[in-house]
């Protein structure tokens, strides 16, 4: 994924616009799964991010991780949740 694509993925995160977008991948954020590593204590280092936020960024991305991302295995095959609905099971 690009810088670009990476922004415009954050950005979709409720709490977090362009900017504080921007700032997590300056400050080293460069996918979910590092926000949803991180400790609240890294991500209100960032300007603008104090603990509330932190802790409704985290609890998004680990929703999204948990239902888009994490991938599962069915008939040997690794699909996402996504494509689990796609296809009706």
Do not use: W
Request: glycine fraction near 6%; charged fraction near 35%; proline fraction near 1%.
């Amino acid at each position: 994924m690009t810088k670009k694509d990476i922004i415009e993925q954050f950005s979709s995160i409720k709490g977090l616009g362009k900017t504080k977008a921007e700032l997590l991948y300056n400050n080293g954020f460069d996918s979910l799964k590092k926000i949803q590593e991180s400790k609240i204590e890294k991500l209100i280092k960032i300007k603008g991010i104090n603990e509330k936020i932190a802790k409704d960024i985290k609890k998004q991305v680990n929703e999204i991780i948990k239902i888009v991302i994490f991938p599962i295995v069915k008939n040997n095959c690794i699909q996402t949740v996504d494509d689990r609905k796609r296809i009706g099971q």
